[in-house]
């Protein structure tokens, strides 16, 4: 294998590719023919909404009493979803946009990614808040629209922060999202076929790119502000999502560590999240070159601190509890060690707090099926961190009387699994149709050639 | 002026137009007439209520009612505040005869039995049919009934003196060994009275006198007069013999856990003791002597010691000795009466406390022998006919007792009954008999007190039904009995008439006499009331001993249900999701073992066991409850039936079939204590439909009780919330802070909201004595009733979603059945607490739960879009939420529904709104007679209900006011406030008790 050692710059981050022209050639024949694969994960993913339509349209006809939540536990297995993929869709922006700003070079290869994930993640989490209502034909209520009877919402609901929130966060990351495309799409319309329904689409969205230096200095400007912009919002987003607990007096929720708290369990899931999806890409497409181990390195080092962070908190609030004396406080905690749900706690502890512990090992992240299996625990133990934090307080509250014990029925197993089909429906999309690494920015990082092979058309 | 259109006329084309549109729009496929009252009917004012005064029909306690219609519905019953046997309370049973009223699946036409099943024939044919069988019988005709008023019981029994044959009464709940053991005691045939609210020392020899014996409602009133803290600390105290904890026995402040069937001796134990101490016993000294405390102590399974001290201070004040009820009906049921009776005697209750003077005439003493021999006589088919109303042996009696069999040999069967049960079935004509509330009857409870049943409303046309008397009457004449021409109505009229003419027409003349009787529902007809008798010796030989039980294993106890009664309550769906207040189970039946029995043979709550004796068995999950004896296992009568509509058939089991069906030999009343049974694991588990989620409080200030003597000296340490605080709540105005700074001094100024001025508003209030609360339940369902608040079934409450406004909180706190000693159970009704600074407001995203100018914490369920935050952020859980659409009944069950409440949808919350209804109701009132509101004057339905007055309801800013008055009391504290600072609007008052009790700090 020819490596440019010449070419000290490139060498740090894809010492494997060698042209500007091999850039365009692998990621744009990404979006060619699919291959058998990508055929069945696209047949299961609709298969996946299919199935979130029936469950969801069966609670639509018959009512959310098909749900297993009764009078302590009202919420379950949705907002436990909902916060999940919530969670997910923070790596984007903190990879895209912070990263961006602290020019970490390592995120070149993986944010594009990373970003789509971020869209789709909130597209899917959208879903829960209307998923969960009672009456969901009344969710537009929940937004300030003008009307007859001067109803507005209760600003002072954090449900309502949420929703304005989460919309913000879903504006913000697709507008950025678009926006570094641009100059990909533009080399992609610049491969596709003249007139193919590809080409016009290409056309459209990269909005007339002609990679001039004008259109350059603009785009650079623009991806600045909008990473400024966005950087707050990592931070802000799982706050508010945050608070719908912490706002509450419900014990088990109410405590002030919650939105670093959460901050820290998004940022750790969603890169989980980002390690667990790229490395099959990374694999059926031959992108080795582009993802090299050194980028799944860094990317597992942020999964060590924030995985850090979060243990830490789940200690915090352990001891909290005992220390704050409060009966109910710690009933709820040690109902979550040892009460009917300690299993749910046991595989979070494990799966977010013990099994990381091997990520300080240098080979361990060196290691792609290591890190693929250590993600995926990660995954199942965030959604159980979420599970664990709302089910186990409600149903373990104030009044010992009304305590009581939920489980998850088959049309929210439906739902929830239907949901990861609508996610990976429009993730598996996202890489025939967009190009899935950033090509301009790899370019930016690779040596620059001698001589162009030929017209090169994004630089 | 512009020439264009005003802006008023464009407003009149546009509500014109609006209004056509709207009407095409709404098209359906049935064309509906609205037609206006063109000449309304005098009693009916559309929008106000109209109210007739009854008598319950639900057991034979014979409670008076007020019924209250609305545009000629029947949509509420409430107590009869003029009838002193109910005094204005009902239990849940009384309000669930609405129910009964309005079941889907009473009988829709007379129905006969053909080869290819029942078939409707018309009314003309069926009563031809009966008056043809029944002369063609003979004098081989039986009339089976249940407890009657005294007009038809007269009819009936004129029925079978003019044409031979035989009428037998049949309750399954039956005092008939007490009837007997006054008889035997005191030569008096009858059920005497009880003034329990006169006692100071109450002893239940297990009667359930809360839930089913006698008369529940009116005992609920008196123990709570006798028992509950009163103003200068005292407080009567109540002792509870039994080897299973009832309700009743729950609030009982000692509990002997005694061997099943020891009563008897243990009463004449305690009556031993006072005559060692000088007391009379007249006839019985001699008996008395064997029964010394030491010799029963191993019987009775307590030490003699106990039984010592209970008899001397039984000796020492004024007592009360009361029992034994059904559940301990043995083969020495009459001996226990008796010796209870004894008892009393001899501590000289007789003419204070025990009224042997007085009869009771509501209560049965039907004797199951009487129904025993019909049914032998049906066995050898020496019956043609047989007329059965009112009553359902099929299902009460054993299988044993071979009814079934028995009434096949009988060549033509009738049922009168409103509803197809599992005698009914059985039988070869159905005939609908109109509900009680339909009506014509009357109730004779006690000497010289008189009540009129009147119909409350047109019968509801879904059933083509007759009034029972009609039926009866046409078969008399039919059978050549003389009766005169007319209706029931104008022969129950006649009927009166003589008696008032008999009793010296007090009140003038009789139409001003009989009208006053329907307005207030109770009248006297003077009547002699002997004197007080003395004790007699029995004319009969009696056996005191414990019984000797069938079969080995463990005592099983049978006991009545303060739910279904003995059985009829199951086919409504509110008595049915209604929380049994010992248990807390519904829908289901369930078998009480000790924790420890259930333990040793490695069961868990909940595990389906196969309880067998030798005469049957049943399946049933296992309730772990601390208060029956490690020996012992109950069952709850009421369930399991088979044929007796959609809300009762498959629900549970029916415990009578593990009993022999034996009589008792003196009295001839069933034996309900007379079998022992193994138990048996059956591997299988089942959830169970409770509400329940732990009986332990965990040291939480959520119900905290206070010692007497503490009470007495004032260490309560309630005083840490002053009064003003909440009087100063509501959430719109700032609250009067004598000083600054108190953290728990909240709302803060800018909590003020609104343009309201808070001397125009009031701040609704309620406080809730735990020392007169029973934990009885009348006023979850009174509730229902009045807020229309949906039955969710067997398998959504088992999912823990019931939607009771009041949830009746239990805790254990001390329960031993190890020993006799103090037991502590602790009742909180749990409401919406109103609080002041309600944390289920600021969480709702749409302003459903916002709070009203005079501190109600409302809801808009109109508004609601079912987020449930509300429900979680709720610290006390009273919020429920309709997770299917749960008001969606069977026609005509909807028609109870309060038209002044909003019949909630699917995915909307709920819960308590303090009957915002009625407060708007008494408001407008006062608007109208253009005076100010009454502080006491808006009742809401749970305290109108409650038979202990445990609740008071009103202005807490007016200082007049009860519930102001209530609320200063040294025992108020409110739920959790120090530690959430919710500011709670429910005032609870601590239960006071004997034995020290834990501190909480609260």
């Keep these: 294998m020819a490596t440019a050692t010449d070419k000290p710059r490139g060498a740090q981050t894809h010492p494997d590719i060698r042209s500007y022209g091999e850039v365009n050639e692998d990621i744009i024949r990404m979006l060619d023919r699919p291959g058998k694969w990508w055929w069945i994960l696209l047949g299961m993913s609709i298969a996946g909404i299919g199935l979130l339509a029936f469950s969801w349209g069966n609670q639509i006809i018959n009512g959310i009493g098909v749900s297993g939540l009764n009078t302590p536990v009202g919420w379950g297995a949705y907002i436990t979803t909902f916060v999940f993929w919530v969670g997910i869709a923070h790596s984007g922006t903190l990879i895209s946009a912070v990263l961006f700003l602290f020019r970490a070079r390592w995120r070149q290869s993986i944010y594009r990614a990373a970003e789509a994930m971020t869209v789709f993640a909130v597209m899917t989490a959208g879903l829960y808040p209307l998923i969960h209502l009672g009456r969901v034909w009344h969710a537009y209520w929940l937004f300030p629209y003008p009307n007859q009877r001067l109803l507005w919402p209760n600003f002072a609901s954090p449900l309502v922060w949420d929703v304005f929130a989460v919309t913000t966060y879903f504006t913000v990351s697709s507008l950025f999202f678009l926006l570094g495309l641009i100059p990909d799409i533009a080399a992609a319309r610049d491969q596709a076929k003249q007139g193919t329904l590809r080409h016009r689409l290409y056309k459209s969205i990269s909005f007339g790119w002609r990679g001039t230096d004008r259109q350059w200095h603009h785009f650079g400007k623009a991806y600045l502000y909008l990473a400024a912009l966005a950087t707050p919002l990592v931070l802000s987003v799982h706050s508010v999502v945050s608070w719908d607990f912490a706002m509450s007096i419900v014990p088990g929720w109410t405590t002030t560590i919650f939105a670093p708290y959460f901050v820290a369990g998004a940022i750790f899931s969603g890169i989980a999240m980002v390690i667990t999806i790229l490395v099959p890409i990374r694999k059926i497409f031959g992108l080795e070159k582009y993802l090299t181990t050194k980028h799944f390195d860094a990317m597992a080092k942020l999964c060590l601190v924030t995985g850090l962070v979060v243990f830490y908190a789940y200690l915090t609030e352990f001891f909290m509890a005992w220390y704050s004396g409060k009966p109910s406080e710690r009933a709820v905690f040690w109902n979550r060690a040892f009460g009917h749900y300690w299993w749910a706690t046991w595989i979070m502890l494990t799966c977010n707090g013990i099994i990381p512990i091997m990520l300080w090992f240098k080979r361990v992240r060196y290691s792609i099926p290591a890190l693929f299996v250590i993600t995926l625990f990660i995954n199942i133990g965030m959604w159980f961190e979420r599970y664990v934090i709302i089910v186990t307080s409600l149903s373990h509250e104030y009044i010992p009387f009304a305590w009581n014990v939920y489980r998850p029925s088959a049309t929210e197993m439906g739902i929830v699994i239907g949901t990861f089909g609508w996610f990976f429906f429009w993730m598996l999309l996202f890489i025939r149709l967009l190009p899935p690494v950033a090509i301009a920015e790899i370019k930016e990082v690779l040596p620059p050639p001698f001589r162009p092979k030929k017209k090169e058309v994004a630089r | ?1002």
């Design chain 2, 1 to 1002: 002026m512009s020439d264009g259109m005003k802006r008023r006329d464009f407003l009149k084309v546009l509500g014109v137009s609006g209004a056509g549109a709207g009407l095409v729009g709404c098209s359906t496929d049935q064309v509906e007439k609205l037609m206006p009252y063109v000449v309304p009917p005098e009693d009916i004012t559309p929008g106000v209520a109209t109210w007739y005064s009854s008598v319950c029909g639900e057991c034979s306690a014979g409670c008076g009612t007020w019924v209250k219609t609305r545009e000629g519905r029947a949509i509420k019953v409430e107590g009869n505040p003029n009838h002193p046997v109910s005094q204005g309370a009902l239990c849940a049973r009384g309000h669930a005869s609405l129910q009964g009223l309005y079941n889907p699946d009473r009988l829709r036409e007379p129905m006969r039995r053909t080869e290819a099943g029942f078939q409707a024939i018309s009314w003309d044919e069926a009563e031809s049919l009966l008056l043809e069988r029944v002369r063609g019988a003979g004098n081989r005709m039986a009339l089976v009934t249940g407890k009657e008023g005294p007009t038809l019981s007269a009819l009936l029994d004129g029925i079978v003196e003019t044409a031979g044959g035989r009428r037998v009464e049949y309750e399954p709940l039956s005092e008939a060994p007490l009837r007997e053991a006054t008889r035997l005691a005191f030569g008096r045939d009858i059920i005497p009275t009880y003034r329990m609210e006169d006692a100071d020392l109450i002893v239940s020899f297990g009667a359930d006198f809360l839930e089913t014996w006698l008369s529940p409602v009116e005992f609920g009133r008196s123990f709570a007069q006798a028992h509950s803290v009163d103003s200068d600390d005292n407080k009567g105290r109540f002792v509870f013999l039994s080897p299973r904890l009832s309700l009743t026995g729950q609030n009982a402040d000692e509990w002997f856990p005694i061997q099943p069937g020891s009563e008897a001796v243990v009463a004449l134990a305690m009556a031993n003791v006072l005559v060692r101490n000088g007391a009379d016993a007249g006839p019985y000294a001699d008996l008395l002597q064997a029964y010394t405390p030491d010799a029963v102590s191993q019987d009775a399974g307590i030490p003699a010691s106990t039984i010592e001290e209970l008899a001397i201070a039984f000796g020492d004040t004024t007592s009360l000795a009361l029992g034994p009820g059904v559940a301990a009906q043995g083969a020495n049921a009459t001996a226990t009466n008796l010796a209870v009776l004894v008892l009393n005697a001899v501590a000289g209750n007789v003419g204070s406390t025990l009224d042997v003077a007085t009869e009771n005439r509501a209560a049965s003493s039907a004797s199951h022998r009487d129904l025993t021999e019909v049914v032998e006589a049906m066995g050898r088919g020496g019956l043609e006919a047989v007329i059965f109303y009112g009553t359902n042996p099929a299902y009460a009696l054993p299988p044993g007792a071979g009814f079934g069999e028995a009434l096949g040999s009988v060549g033509f069967k009738v049922a009168v009954t409103q509803q197809m049960d599992e005698t009914a079935a059985l039988c070869d004509l159905v005939l609908p008999a109109r509900h009680p509330m339909e009506d014509w009857g009357d109730a004779n409870p006690r000497p010289g007190l008189w009540s009129i049943r009147q119909p409350t409303m047109v019968p509801v046309p879904h059933f083509d039904s007759r009034p029972v008397g009609d039926v009866f009457l046409t078969l008399a004449r039919g059978l050549g009995h003389d009766v005169p021409d007319g209706s029931f109505h104008q022969y129950l009229q006649a009927r009166w008439e003589e008696r008032h003419a008999a009793a010296g027409a007090p009140g003038g003349d009789f139409d001003a006499f009989w009208r006053e009787a329907l307005r207030t529902g109770v009248v006297t007809l003077a009547e002699d009331v002997p004197s007080q008798p003395a004790l007699q010796a029995p004319d009969r030989a009696l056996t005191f001993e414990r019984p000797s039980l069938d079969g080995d294993g463990m005592a099983l106890v049978v006991y009545p249900s303060s739910r279904l009664g003995d059985g009829r309550g199951a086919n409504k769906p509110w008595l049915q999701e209604m929380p049994d207040p010992v248990t807390k189970l519904a829908w289901h039946s369930w078998v009480e073992m000790h924790p420890d029995t259930v333990e040793e043979m490695g069961l868990r709550r909940g595990d389906m066991v196969r309880v067998r004796s030798p005469h049957g068995e049943v399946e049933v999950p296992v309730y772990p409850y601390p208060g029956v004896r490690t020996d012992t296992v109950a069952i709850s009568m009421g369930a399991g039936h088979e044929d007796y509509g959609r809300y009762a058939d498959g629900k549970g089991v029916n415990p009578m079939r593990l009993l022999p069906g034996s009589a008792e030999e003196v009295a001839g009343s069933l034996n309900h204590l007379a079998v022992r049974v193994q138990v048996e694991p059956t591997g299988q588990w089942r959830r169970m439909a409770t509400i329940e989620g732990s009986s332990d409080q965990f040291d939480r200030p959520i119900a905290p009780a206070v010692q007497i003597d503490d009470l007495r000296e004032g260490i309560v340490d309630a005083d840490r919330y002053p009064l003003y605080q909440l009087q100063g709540g509501g959430g719109f105005l700032p609250v009067p802070m004598p000083e600054q700074g108190e953290p728990q001094d909240f709302p803060p100024p800018f909590a003020q909201y609104g343009d309201y001025d808070p001397e125009q508003h009031p701040r609704w209030a309620m406080a809730i004595d735990l020392d007169k609360c029973t934990g009885c339940s009348a006023c979850v369902v009174a509730c229902q009733a009045e807020n229309n608040v949906a039955s969710v079934g067997e398998d959504q409450l088992m999912m823990g979603r019931d939607l009771h406004w009041i949830r009746m909180d239990r805790y254990f706190e001390e329960v031993d059945a190890s020993r006799p000693g103090p037991v502590d159970v602790r009742f909180l009704p749990m409401i919406c607490q109103h609080c002041g600074t309600a944390p289920c407001e600021p969480v709702c995203p749409v302003y459903a739960a916002y709070h009203t100018p005079d501190g109600l914490n409302g809801q808009v369920y109109n508004r609601c879009v079912g987020t449930r935050y509300c429900a979680n952020n709720c610290p006390y859980k009273v919020r429920v939420f309709n997770w299917h659409r749960f008001s969606d009944v069977p026609e005509p069950l909807n028609w109870q529904y309060n038209p002044d409440v909003t019949v909630r949808d699917e995915g909307v919350m709920e819960k308590c709104s303090f009957c915002v209804q009625r407060i708007r109701e008494r408001q407008n009132q006062a608007t109208v007679e253009s005076r100010v509101l009454g502080p006491d004057e808006v009742i809401p339905a749970c305290q109108q209900s409650c038979p202990a007055e445990a609740i008071v309801f009103g202005n807490i800013r007016d200082p007049e006011s009860r519930v102001a008055q209530v609320s200063q009391d040294q025992r108020t504290y409110r739920v959790y406030d120090i530690l959430i600072n919710t500011q709670p609007a429910v005032n609870y008052l601590r239960k006071v008790t004997f034995h020290p009790v834990t501190s909480i700090e609260v």
